[in-house]
């Protein structure tokens, strides 16, 4: 068997010896992958520039191809037949033909056996070996050569799933955004140290759907658990080498199987059953998604699937030199979503996750990436008209990582109406703030406005701007106050990589100390990084672990520590506990006050119509900032007014809900504040002080009261109705935060 490579040049491929026959049929070029349709199999694969597909079938257990078709059709760029009897949990790969010509971009090998992009499971896992790369590794012109060893034993092989699967009374949660409170998880990292969690289950999806971690993650007040990707991927082999492995999976190589290591039972179900035991729950599964770039690398990476597929239409190549690639990620390639069937595939994961596998919403990697066409970023990207227009996809969350290293890769407030963004600005202004920071106060207002400056245009909602402090890459939150530098010894790049602009402090000692003063400080600073989060307009994301202090050693890169540094560690201090409660406490009360929850952006204007503005930004004396004083570059203590008097929604009325009166003070010493007089009220109830984070009633406050306010705290008041009677809607308002801050002090956390 010969094939084409060059003008002139002929390689021979070295196949199996022994090919028995099997009547194949036509098939149908849809749906693209391997269907089970109750009596055999359809296979459909596209590649528009490849000669010649073959479908390999391989014994149970993936070791021993058993037998090589031909596809006998090609419809619309589109390999495809059909086998009467192939049953599900066959194990296939593909062998694809076509020219290798890599300076015009086309990489065709059939000695390497490829993935099916559209494979539902996958068995197996990377192993490193010269042959998994079409080229000779150490020839001259590496990349232009063409290396003729069989890659079959090296790469993971494709399964025939039986979609089947009993969901019973199973509904979406549907939470409303304004109530959403994203918990960013690790599904191995969450789960290996839970002594709850059976030793079989630690790491896998099984593993989340215990009883006793779904118990608590719901007794904390979330709704949404936002998993780092599940997708597929691949241990980089620099890594390998190291003795480390890519623990955070943002290496993609599958867009429709979950990764063999999550699976407990080798069953795709295993994933159904957890979505459905988190919505029987009432939390939402949310999936961060990873379809900017592959695990194929650049031209010197191995040939694992669509490089060998059709290499010219899946990435973005050099325009000058398709020998080369776009490098948008920084990962090497950049996946070509400008290509109609590129974006098909897209879709078609995206759909498959929120309809087969019912997921409520996607967080979207380098999202920037997928919505830039040849011209740049745009807002009119056929990516996001795609995902805008379908009615699947339209009612699940999508949340994007606006950013990338590309031209023009920072986009934070463009993405279109019905879109959420992560809020980088925010996580940025809150750390600075609460360090110490110089002249803050300005920013703080309007991140903690939602930054309507980003958000505040074609109809978004505050809850556009996805609040955190802390997530997946970078410090703790624990490590944010107990480090002033990075410490990645663990990673093998001598400390090197990670950002070292973290914005962090550690109030006198680096790591972990006995000392009661700075263990006090830090764990006051945690409550005001946690309040000042859950209080502020726009949608909060908690760091899994954040809540009762995790650490990783001042590790802010631990993307390939799969050990006790990435992992949650579930030994918890009375320290520890009692900071999860006072989580809790602030996400019951954030439920609880509409105020907080509003679908307005605050300007600090004044309604004529009303009389009232929607926001007073206050100073220690308890007079509102004048254009003077926000200039005052020293000052670090300020107040928040907010009058539930101002206009609620679109309908020019009168609000309804409890006036709220927050007090930052990031100065190191105490702030003697005044409580300011507000209407319709005959006095203020303390309901938060960072430093008193426990209390047993709503502690009450004449207007006037020179309040001191602690060095580093941050407080709530809510304001007491008087006895007029027009103020029946605001002690109805009143009496419902009352009742939650009982509940706040009385519900249990299942930790």
Aim: proline share 5%.
């Amino acid at each position: 068997m010969t094939i084409q490579i060059r003008p002139n040049t002929t390689q021979t491929y070295r196949g199996p010896t022994a090919v028995r026959p099997r009547r194949i049929q036509e098939g149908r070029p849809f749906p693209l992958g391997a269907t089970w349709d109750g009596i055999g199999v359809n296979f459909a694969i596209f590649s528009a520039h490849a000669t010649k597909v073959e479908l390999c079938l391989f014994d149970a257990d993936g070791k021993s191809e058993i037998e090589r078709i031909e596809l006998p059709e090609y419809t619309n760029e589109i390999f495809h037949g059909y086998l009467r009897d192939v049953r599900p949990g066959q194990i296939y790969g593909y062998r694809v033909y076509g020219p290798y010509e890599p300076d015009a971009g086309h990489r065709f090998n059939p000695n390497k056996l490829l993935i099916d992009p559209y494979a539902k499971q996958l068995i197996g896992e990377v192993k490193w070996d010269h042959a998994l790369f079409g080229y000779t590794i150490g020839h001259d012109d590496a990349d232009l050569s063409f290396d003729e060893r069989d890659s079959a034993p090296f790469v993971p092989k494709c399964r025939v799933v039986d979609p089947a699967f009993t969901w019973g009374d199973e509904r979406r949660p549907n939470v409303f955004w304004d109530r959403t409170v994203f918990y960013e998880a690790h599904v191995k990292g969450f789960t290996m140290r839970h002594p709850a969690v059976a030793e079989r289950d630690r790491g896998k999806f099984a593993g989340l759907m215990t009883t006793e971690v779904i118990d608590y993650i719901r007794s904390l007040g979330i709704t949404s658990v936002e998993l780092m990707p599940i997708h597929a991927f691949v241990d980089d082999s620099y890594l390998v080498e190291k003795g480390l492995r890519n623990y955070w999976g943002y290496n993609s190589l599958g867009f429709f199987a979950p990764d063999p290591r999550y699976l407990a039972s080798n069953s795709i179900a295993e994933f159904k059953e957890l979505v459905s035991a988190f919505h029987h729950a009432k939390l939402e599964v949310i999936l961060d998604v990873v379809y900017n770039h592959t695990a194929e690398g650049n031209e010197l990476g191995p040939t694992l699937s669509f490089k060998g597929i059709d290499n010219a239409t899946y990435y973005r190549l050099m325009p000058d030199d398709a020998r080369y690639y776009i490098n948008d990620t920084g990962t090497g390639n950049t996946v070509n979503t400008s290509h109609p069937r590129v974006m098909q595939l897209v879709t078609d994961s995206l759909r498959y996750w929120a309809g087969e596998m019912r997921v409520d919403g996607f967080r979207f990697d380098l999202a920037t990436i997928l919505a830039r066409e040849p011209t740049g970023f745009s807002e009119e990207s056929s990516f996001l008209h795609a995902t805008m227009q379908d009615p699947l996809l339209s009612e699940v969350k999508l949340i994007a990582e606006p950013w990338d290293c590309g031209p023009g890769g920072y986009q934070v407030g463009r993405f279109p109406p019905g879109w959420a963004e992560w809020n980088d600005g925010y996580r940025d202004t809150i750390r600075a703030f609460w360090r110490g920071d110089d002249g803050m106060i300005p920013k703080v207002a309007n991140k903690f406005s939602a930054s309507a400056d980003l958000f505040d245009r074609r109809g978004r909602k505050p809850w556009a701007s996805v609040n955190f402090i802390t997530a997946h890459d970078g410090f703790t939150l624990h490590d944010l106050v107990s480090y002033n530098d990075k410490h990645n010894e663990a990673n093998g790049e001598d400390n090197r990589d990670g950002h070292s602009h973290n914005l962090s402090y550690n109030y006198g000692a680096e790591g972990l100390t006995d000392d009661p003063e700075i263990v006090e400080i830090r764990f006051r600073q945690l409550r005001n990084f946690f309040a000042t989060l859950l209080f502020s307009r726009g949608t909060p994301m908690i760091l899994a672990g954040d809540e009762f202090a995790r650490t990783q050693g001042g590790n802010n890169n631990a993307y390939a520590q799969d050990n006790e540094i990435g992992w949650v560690d579930w030994k918890i201090t009375p320290e520890s506990r009692q900071l999860a409660e006072f989580v809790q406490k602030l996400i019951i009360l954030r439920q609880s006050l509409a105020m907080l929850r509003r679908g307005t952006f605050l300007h600090g204007t004044f309604d004529e119509e009303l009389g009232v503005k929607d926001v007073a930004w206050l100073k220690p004396d308890g007079q509102e900032f004048v254009d003077g004083d926000w200039a005052d570059g020293e000052a670090k203590c300020f107040g928040v007014l907010l009058d539930g008097r101002a206009q609620e929604t679109g309908i020019r009325r009168p609000g309804t809900d409890a006036t709220m009166l927050i007090v930052m003070n990031a100065h190191f010493d105490v702030v003697n504040f005044v409580l300011p007089e507000a209407p319709g009220g005959k006095r203020w109830r303390c309901v938060i002080d960072t430093n008193l984070p426990v209390r047993e009633e709503l502690a009450p406050f004449e207007f006037g009261t020179d309040y001191m306010v602690t060095g580093r705290s941050f407080l709530v008041f809510i304001l007491e109705p008087d006895d007029t009677a027009d103020s029946e809607d605001a002690r109805r308002s009143y009496a419902h935060v009352s009742e939650a801050f009982a509940r706040s002090a009385s519900d249990r956390l299942r930790i």
